[in-house]
């Protein structure tokens, strides 16, 4: 028997080898999903990388945290007062004045004794993208490369929690509405009806009036209202075909009672179903996320919602492209990551599939 | 002597998959003639429907033929252009699909489809004329007129299946292949299905090329046969002679391995291990892995596999001849 | 008599009225009262076209659909007594269960996807919690080599998936077999192997109903199967069963025009054998085919062959 054993481990550990290797090349085939698992490695490496270069002092946190990070720069400039009437041989247009260098003198009404013809230390914020900060800084002086990727720890952390939540809850549900059938699963079809019918976001918005929502609390909302919503009855259709196969009847057979088939038989092969939901529910999360931020209902430190929020509180939204890191890295952060996820979805839909009509 | 109306030679088709080249066709040869019934035989996997859809150039996108001939009374099939193979099809050469009953669109009427077949090849047909044409074949096949105006659920199994046949004749071919075509049928329709078949083979003086994992069923109704294995033919010649001298050692198993109802109820014989992979192709005999009796050249792969003449027609793979 | 299950007139109707007020309840008659009884150690093939509700049978005999009615008796071998299949309580189907297993038609489907070979076999044993964890295992190993799955540490981690259809019926056979039961009903269980495959599958299970005096209902549409596999064939046709006699014995001897056309329409593997041709009297099959011939009776004509008729005089000429 002990001969058995070793070899039956080792046979054991192959076979898982070979099949992750055989997963792996038929997820590997899909395109769309190599895109989507590209797209979202890079995210992680970048949530991944905040806390580390922290942590072996390569970001000095004074300077790159995202929150209280502080970075003064300066820049020496010349104060000018421009001319009410254009064009002047210094001058072409109003829009030249002040040029590179210059700046204002009426603009620095806080300083005291400045003169025309003085250089000037004037403290850049929002600076631009430099060696130093590659996204450059916003109007507080913090690093936005920093920020983007503490935004992206909150992406993953509200994504996985909120799609975990929510398809544990519609895995459950839809699997018991298949296999008692009658009037639970009546009750819980309407139950899914009502909430598929409610907006999400619009009852995002009273509950946010009710309650204060930091990002646990949103990740709870939304894989609730997720998991009671359309995929219970998707799921418990899975369930259904699942249910009628021999091997549910051989299990009856065998003596299994109604409970142990349900979590130990039908629960499993409707796992894979869940699984796809899962990363899909994931973008849903991130695009909640970032509108809830944006319109100012989430307290919450740092998101990439946030990000924009205060730019546009800030009036920076509107300056068009010259402050374009304000704005752009935050809102491309956001749609390449929930699509990243999609993505994936795709082609874990390849490697799933397959393997359910294999003969 | 009557003619020979279609006539393979050498064929070799292979699949190309992520794994590697499929050789689901193996030099396959033969012949058949006027009004002759032939049958392939073997189990799953052994190359035999490949071949249906091959001689019908009707092929996943992945088959490709490397090499060989397929002679449709005396026209060349392979490297024909797929405008010149869609006069062929159902003219001179149709297919009664495994299954086939379920190929039925839900949605339209049976006749109606009949007559789409028609209205391809003889477009100049009125349709009256079409329609006077599926009513002589209902006759033969045994459904009445009525059955043109139904729609495909409103008909049993049975019924599917003969109109399946009438469709397959509509065009008048010369040659219809058979693959399987009672296989989801109880015995009793399966039994009238098969009659009605012979019974139009001989009323238009067709060929048949029948094909089936069921021996019992070829031993009725076929003159000449072929026994498949691996993508391979190891055994052909006149059904009588196989059925009474089989040389092979697969088909002498296949025909062991039968129970009947009718005779003494004898031990069958059983086949252990099962049918080789025909990824990248096989040297030498496919069989020998698991020939009961295998000869040492079988079992060191010194033979390929050639069939050789053993008695008039009969030809066997020269492997398996000797030993066993 | 030292049956191992006797059947009383089982009926199972489906109830297929539609919507919640329709007056004329439609009521299909599957299985329309059968009766017939297995002796210990024997096999009983029951025969039939796709639709004549054998099927039916089987799984109101397993207790997976309710029956409509009829008195169904199970040997209990832990009381050694025949007990009635009403009214049992939990404990006493559990007990069924340990003495009544089935084997399916599909090897693809008849196995969890997710679950490996070793645990499948197991679950029985789990179940109804027979030896310790140590002799569980020890068992599985014991049936694999016994099924022909060998060497067992192959299969133990394998998924269904990866293994072939005779393989899988394999493992099917094992599982039902492992809490050695003493009758198991198989439904169609090699119709959909390779041909070349099937008779080692049907002498697996001949060498075990021997070795460990188990027996088998053995459900089929194919009479050369159970030809093969069985002491006794019933033939069924439209719920109801039309002729049972010992096997050697209904095909030499078939006295209902169905068994006739059964017999007659089966192809043989010889091209030189012209088929029996049977006087059969297609109206009284017609008849027997329109009519609601309820209770029909099952006449002795000697030798343990019934025939369901009303007249034996006619059937005989």
New interface residues.
């Given amino acids: 028997m002990e001969i058995d054993n070793a070899k039956e481990k080792d046979l054991q550990k192959k076979l898982r080898r070979e099949s992750l290797k055989r997963n792996w090349k038929l997820f590997s085939q899909s395109k769309l999903g190599m895109i989507g698992l590209g797209i979202v490695s890079l995210f992680l490496i970048l949530a991944l990388l905040q806390p580390f270069l922290f942590l072996t002092g390569i970001w000095s946190e004074s300077i790159y945290h995202p929150v209280v990070g502080y970075d003064q720069i300066i820049e020496e400039k010349l104060v000018v007062e421009c001319p009410k009437e254009y064009p002047t041989p210094k001058y072409e247009t109003s829009f030249d004045c002040p040029a590179e260098g210059e700046v204002q003198k009426k603009m620095l009404y806080l300083a005291q004794g400045v003169e025309v013809g003085d250089m000037y230390d004037v403290y850049l914020q929002p600076a631009p993208p430099s060696s130093k900060h590659i996204l450059g800084t916003d109007s507080l002086g913090r690093d936005v490369f920093s920020q983007i990727m503490e935004g992206s720890q909150v992406a993953f952390v509200l994504g996985l929690l909120s799609a975990t939540l929510g398809v544990g809850i519609s895995t459950i549900l839809g699997t018991i509405a298949a296999f008692f059938g009658g009037r639970i699963d009546a009750y819980l079809m309407r139950q899914s009806d009502l909430v598929l019918m409610l907006p999400t976001l619009p009852l995002l918005f009273i509950i946010s009036a009710f309650a204060e929502l930091k990002i646990w609390h949103l990740a709870v909302v939304l894989g609730v209202l997720g998991g009671l919503g359309g995929s219970v009855i998707t799921i418990k259709s899975q369930a259904l075909q699942v249910k009628v196969k021999p091997f549910v009847d051989s299990a009856r057979i065998t003596g299994g009672s109604q409970r142990k088939i349900m979590f130990s038989h039908v629960l499993p092969n409707v796992a894979p179903l869940a699984l796809l939901f899962m990363v899909f529910s994931v973008t849903g999360a991130i695009a909640s996320e970032s509108v809830l931020s944006f319109l100012g209902l989430l307290n919450i430190d740092m998101s990439w919602g946030l990000m924009i929020y205060l730019s546009q509180t800030d009036g920076f939204i509107f300056s068009g492209l010259e402050y374009w890191w304000l704005i752009l890295p935050a809102g491309l952060s956001v749609t390449f990551l929930a699509g990243g996820f999609y993505l994936v979805g795709r082609g874990l839909d390849d490697v799933f599939n397959p393997r359910l009509r294999k003969r | 002597m009557s003619k020979d109306i279609l006539v393979v030679d050498n064929l070799n088709m292979h699949y190309e998959t ?1 794994e590697g080249k499929v050789m689901a066709v193996n030099n396959v040869t033969f012949s058949v003639k006027e009004g002759e019934s032939f049958g392939l035989v073997g ?2 996997g052994c190359g035999k429907s490949s071949v249906a859809s091959t001689l019908l150039q009707l092929q996943s996108d992945n088959a490709v033929i490397s090499s060989g001939s397929i002679k449709l009374d005396e026209k060349e099939l392979v490297g024909m252009t797929e405008s010149e193979l869609r006069k062929v099809r159902w003219n001179d050469i149709s297919i009664v699909f495994q299954g086939a009953m379920n190929a039925w669109n839900p949605v339209i009427k049976i006749g109606e489809q009949i007559r789409e077949a028609i209205r391809e090849h003889y477009p100049s047909n009125s349709k009256k004329e079409n329609t006077e044409k599926i009513s002589e074949l209902f006759k033969i096949v045994g459904l009445e007129d009525s059955i043109m105006d139904r729609y495909p659920h409103e008909l049993s199994g049975g019924m599917k299946q003969r109109a399946v046949i009438a469709l397959a004749l509509s065009c008048d071919p010369k040659i219809v292949i058979a693959d399987e075509p009672t296989t989801a049928l ?3 329709i ?2 009238q299905i ?1 009659k009605e078949i012979k019974k139009v083979q001989e009323l238009l003086g067709l060929s048949l090329i029948y094909i089936s ?5 070829i ?2 109704m076929t003159d000449n046969m072929a026994v498949m294995y691996a993508g391979s033919i190891v055994e052909k010649g006149p ?2 002679s196989i ?2 001298n089989p040389r092979h050692a697969y088909t002498r ?3 062991e ?7 003494e ?1 004898k031990k ?5 291990g ?2 080789p992979s025909l990824i990248n192709g096989l040297d030498a005999c496919a069989f020998s892995p698991r020939c009961p009796d295998p000869s040492d050249d079988c079992k060191n792969g010194n033979l390929e596999m050639k069939l050789i003449e053993i008695e008039d027609g009969h030809w066997a793979d020269q492997c398996c001849v000797n030993c066993g | 008599m030292d049956n191992v299950i006797e059947v009383n007139n089982l009926v199972k109707n489906f109830d297929v009225s539609k919507g919640f007020f329709s007056r004329n309840k439609t009521i299909v008659k599957a299985v329309d009262g059968i009766s017939f009884s297995i002796p210990k150690g024997e096999s009983l093939g029951l025969v039939g076209q796709s639709g004549c509700g054998k099927t039916t049978t089987a799984r109101a005999l397993c207790l997976l659909d309710p029956k409509t009615s009829g008195d169904v008796k199970f040997y209990n071998p832990e009381a050694d007594e025949m007990q009635n299949l009403d009214n049992l309580n939990d404990d006493q189907v559990k007990q069924f269960r340990r003495n009544t297993q089935m084997i399916f038609q599909d090897p693809y489907e008849s196995l969890n996807p997710r679950w490996t070979i070793k645990d499948i076999i197991l679950e029985p044993l789990n179940i109804h919690n027979i030896g310790s964890l140590e002799n569980r295992t020890e068992a599985v190993v014991e049936i694999l080599k016994t099924v022909g799955l060998t060497p067992p540490e192959n299969y133990l981690p394998r998924y269904p998936h990866e293994l072939s259809g005779g393989q899988r019926q394999r493992v099917s056979i094992a599982r039902s077999l492992i809490m050695n039961p003493k009758f198991v009903i198989c439904d169609e269980p090699t119709s959909m192997l390779d041909v070349s495959i099937r008779i080692s599958i049907m002498d697996l299970m001949l060498d075990l109903a021997k070795d460990l005096q188990v027996s088998y209902l053995y459900i089929t549409h194919d009479l050369a199967v159970a030809r093969y596999m069985c002491n006794r064939i019933a033939v069924m046709f439209n719920g109801k069963i039309v002729e049972i006699a010992k096997t050697e014995d209904l095909l030499s001897n078939p006295i209902h025009p169905y068994t006739k056309r059964l017999i007659s329409s089966i192809p043989v593997p010889d091209p030189k054998y012209t088929r029996e041709k049977y006087e059969i009297n297609f109206d009284e099959l017609d008849e027997i085919i329109s009519n609601n011939t309820d209770n029909l009776p099952m006449v002795d004509v000697g030798n343990e062959h019934f025939v369901a008729t009303h007249d034996v005089k006619d059937l005989l000429i």
């Fill in positions: 992520l189990e799953s109880d015995v009793v399966q039994d098969l994992h069921d021996i019992a069923v031993a009725e059904t009588a059925f009474s198993l296949l025909l391995s039968t129970p009947s109802v009718v005779g109820k069958l014989r059983a086949l252990d099962e049918p």
